[in-house]
């Protein structure tokens, strides 16, 4: 009963910057948690931010200091800011969202770190 729809992925140099949308549609009200993961070829899907309706907070060692996720409720959106982005962040974000006892995810977005 949820739908996710991520947008904002792309080529982007190494220390360049880059902003990930997912908007969420369906029975919104719901959902008490949502998230970004990422994955790379021959790695397993990994945490990259969490944030809940209270909006705490979570992130990956790894995008700390550099990844911050936000949410806007009247959007239905929430948001990931990337800066200092490196070769190693490149991968497929997916967009999550906890809705009552169930998980959704999105179809992914493409982010590659290059020069």
């Known amino acids: 009963q949820v739908q996710l729809v991520e947008s904002g992925g792309g080529l982007v140099q190494p220390g360049g910057s880059l902003r990930l949308s997912c908007v969420a549609s369906?029975?919104?009200?719901?959902?008490?948690?949502m998230g970004w993961y990422r994955q790379s070829p021959g790695k397993q899907r990994e945490l990259v931010a969490t944030?809940?309706?209270?909006?705490?907070?979570n992130y990956a060692a790894s995008v700390k200091g550099r990844f911050t996720i936000s949410r806007d409720n009247a959007k239905n959106t929430v948001y990931l800011q990337m800066n200092d982005l490196k070769p190693e962040d490149t991968a497929v974000y997916y967009c999550?969202?906890?809705?009552?006892?169930?998980?959704?995810w999105g179809r992914g977005t493409q982010v590659t770190v290059s020069s």
């Open positions: 369906g029975s919104i009200f719901r959902i008490y948690a």
């Open positions: 944030i809940t309706t209270t909006r705490s907070t």
């Open positions: 999550r969202a906890n809705w009552g006892l169930e998980i959704y």
